[in-house]
């Protein structure tokens, strides 16, 4: 039989909703470089490469992040640091004065079997 997918990530909360969804995972928990960003896609290919470089077996990660309108994009997968440093509600407060607060969150899912 085979083993399950390697899903790497530090949070266990998306471990379990992957299960939720249905996905048979095997969760690890590695310390990857993150680079700068605001596209999420652009971070999960260079942690699914540095990841698999780490334990040389098929996995899968994912980041998200959440794209404002008003401010072109920003924070994009930042907001988590956002998020930290200035709180979720002062980036609401921090919309107002804006006509578009529309926000839109993006997730971003690579698998990478070393090929």
């Known amino acids: 039989m085979a083993s399950p ?3 790497v990530t530090s949070r266990a909360e998306k471990a379990r909703e992957a299960e939720r969804l249905g996905f048979s995972l095997e969760r ?3 310390d990857l ?3 700068q960003s605001l596209d999420p896609a652009e971070i999960v290919e260079a942690k699914a490469r540095a990841a698999y470089d780490r334990v040389a077996r098929p996995l899968v990660v994912e ?3 959440l794209s404002i309108a008003a401010w072109g994009g920003f924070p994009g997968a930042l907001v988590k640091w956002l998020e930290r440093s200035a709180g979720i509600e002062k980036l609401a407060t921090m919309l107002d004065g804006f006509p578009d607060r529309a926000a839109t969150a ?4 690579a698998s990478f079997d070393g090929l």
């Open 63 to 65: 980041d998200s992040g």
């Open 106 to 109: 993006v997730c971003a899912v």
């Open 28 to 30: 690890m928990d590695l």
């Open 33 to 35: 470089p993150e680079p």
């Open 5 to 7: 997918l390697l899903f």
